[in-house]
């Protein structure tokens, strides 16, 4: 039997036990992540804080996955999640969707890079010219559009190799099946630190706050706001800073942990940006 993308992922997790279940008489909202690392440690990584809310709130966020940043992009789009941890709700497609910023990462913020192996003969933009280089995903935001709008600007054709999410195309960088990879610059450290790869940036983009939680025009707004506010208060709780560092350890993060409360103008930048770039993205 074939499984469709999401439901096959929802399957997976609850067979290895990482697919959290709400408790009896919760209020339940869908909590849609963007795919970055794969299945396992983003369950890993969201169901402890997804737990602490809901014992905090009495709200019960369910985690969905989807194999892809594309298939996470495209429920986003139709709005089936109540709530959305991605950036690519700025994109012009997804305007009808119509999330709204809730909260963002105290951690600095993000740049896509290209980057080569610390010993690659590669050393400037133009080398890569005619060269097979690596993509998260046709719907990345720092990890294609930009750094693909970088290259178009200066000329520079290249041949487009998708990993399907940030890890996957490390993962192929890592290997020499690419010549050189476009990436979200946060999720490459860790990934260096984690697998002991060594890398040269060629080129960094200007710097965009990380990924947002964003929530539906259909959630209640007291719902919204207990939500925001028990994640927002949990570098101020002992035990919330614990599930924090716990889940930082699973990906390799490095502190400022948590997120704090913001507003779609936090992220303005990414609406700048699509006004002067006719691409599509995402993540």
């Known amino acids: 039997m074939k499984i469709p993308g999401s439901r096959f992922l929802a399957v997976l997790l ?53 194999r892809t940043a594309a298939e ?6 139709r709005g089936e999640y109540d709530f959305v941890y991605s950036n690519q709700i ?7 969707a119509n999330y709204q910023v809730i909260l963002r990462p105290r951690a600095e913020a993000i740049a896509g890079q290209i980057v080569t192996p610390a010993g690659s003969a590669v050393r400037r933009l133009a080398d890569l010219a005619g060269r097979e280089v690596g993509f998260p995903s046709p719907v990345a935001f720092v990890g294609y559009v930009v750094p693909m709008d970088r290259l178009r600007r200066e000329g520079i054709a290249v041949k487009p190799v998708f990993g399907g999410n940030q890890e996957g ?5 890592r290997a020499g099946r690419v010549a050189a990879a476009a990436v979200n610059d946060r999720v490459m450290k860790a990934f260096a630190e984690r697998e002991h790869f060594r890398y040269r940036v060629l080129w960094e983009s200007e710097p965009f ?16 706001a207990a939500v925001r ?10 035990e919330g800073m614990q599930v924090l560092e716990a889940s930082a350890r699973v990906i ?12 779609p103008a936090d992220y ?16």
Not at 268 to 283: A, E, I, L, S
Request: glycine share 10%; charged share 15%.
């Open 229 to 238: 506010a028990a994640i927002d208060g949990m570098e101020g709780d002992a």
């Open 14 to 66: 609850a067979g290895a036990g990482l697919l959290a279940a709400p408790a009896a008489g919760a209020e339940t909202y869908s909590f849609g992540v963007l795919s970055q690392h794969s299945a396992v440690p983003t369950a890993e990584y969201w169901n402890p804080i997804l737990d602490y809310v809901q014992r905090r709130t009495g709200i019960a966020l369910q985690l969905r996955v989807t």
């Open 252 to 263: 390799g993060q490095s502190p400022p942990f948590g997120f704090r409360a913001a507003t």
């Open 72 to 77: 996470s992009n495209d429920a986003t789009a």
């Open 209 to 224: 706050h990380n990924l947002p939680i964003a929530a539906h025009p259909r959630v209640p707004r007291e719902v919204i």
């Open 268 to 283: 303005r930048n990414y609406v700048d940006f699509y006004k002067r770039t006719p691409v599509t993205g995402g993540d």
């Open 169 to 173: 195309i490390m993962g192929q960088l």
């Open 90 to 96: 700025f994109e012009p497609r997804m305007s009808a």
